[in-house]
């Protein structure tokens, strides 16, 4: 719902969090930053996101880094800082997170303030995915629709390289 704001409203967003709350207290905690994030809502508030993402962080939840990523990468606070989330996301990945690839992979596919560069995203992505990120699979898709075979044969080259250095 967070990822799709246009099709859903902040309202019903807000109380699945609550449901969640009463579960696990601290993934409705990073629910409730990412809710924080959403642009297209009134609820947006940059500082609310921020305590709780730094709140998460203090507490060591496994993907606090990701959300302080997300956070540069919106530009919640002002103007996006695709530099700050990429070397969030480089940290993260490094570390061991697929999800970190998969934010690299998009974030090269379609991020904002930064240029595009469908061959790193392609690189990215195909890493999510041989790592277990699922998700990456449709970028994937929608990247081959577009790239020349010598641009996918790049990417893979890249991609070993990659799977050679990265922490499993």
Same mark, same amino acid.
């Given at each position: 719902?967070? *990822?799709?704001?246009?099709?859903h409203n902040a309202?019903?967003t807000? *109380?699945?969090?609550?449901?969640?709350?009463?579960?696990?207290?601290?993934?409705?905690?990073?629910l409730?930053? *990412?809710?924080?994030?959403?642009?297209?809502?009134?609820?947006l508030d940059?500082?609310?996101?921020r305590? =709780?993402?730094?709140? !998460?962080?203090? +507490?060591h939840?496994?993907?606090?880094q990701? =959300?302080?990523?997300?956070?540069? +990468?919106?530009?919640?606070?002002?103007?996006?800082?695709?530099?700050k989330? =990429?070397a969030?996301?480089?940290?993260?990945a490094q570390?061991? *997170?697929?999800?970190?690839?998969?934010r690299m992979a998009t974030?090269?596919?379609?991020?904002?303030a930064?240029?595009h560069?469908?061959?790193?995203?392609y690189?990215?992505?195909r890493?999510?995915?041989?790592?277990?990120?699922?998700?990456?699979? +449709?970028?994937?898709?929608?990247l081959e629709?577009?790239?020349?075979?010598d641009?996918i044969?790049?990417? !893979?080259?890249?991609r070993n390289?990659?799977?050679?250095?990265?922490? !499993?």
């Amino acid at each position: 719902m967070i *990822s799709n704001p246009t099709e859903h409203n902040a309202e019903e967003t807000q *109380s699945l969090i609550d449901q969640v709350k009463t579960q696990e207290p601290t993934r409705a905690k990073a629910l409730q930053a *990412s809710f924080y994030m959403v642009n297209n809502w009134l609820t947006l508030d940059p500082d609310k996101a921020r305590a =709780l993402i730094d709140e !998460l962080i203090a +507490s060591h939840y496994p993907d606090a880094q990701l =959300l302080l990523g997300e956070y540069y +990468s919106k530009g919640v606070e002002d103007e996006p800082d695709q530099q700050k989330a =990429l070397a969030i996301f480089q940290q993260q990945a490094q570390a061991g *997170s697929t999800a970190a690839w998969y934010r690299m992979a998009t974030l090269h596919a379609y991020g904002r303030a930064i240029c595009h560069d469908p061959v790193k995203a392609y690189t990215y992505a195909r890493v999510a995915l041989d790592l277990g990120e699922n998700g990456a699979r +449709s970028l994937l898709k929608r990247l081959e629709k577009t790239l020349k075979k010598d641009d996918i044969e790049r990417a !893979l080259v890249a991609r070993n390289d990659l799977l050679k250095e990265a922490t !499993l």
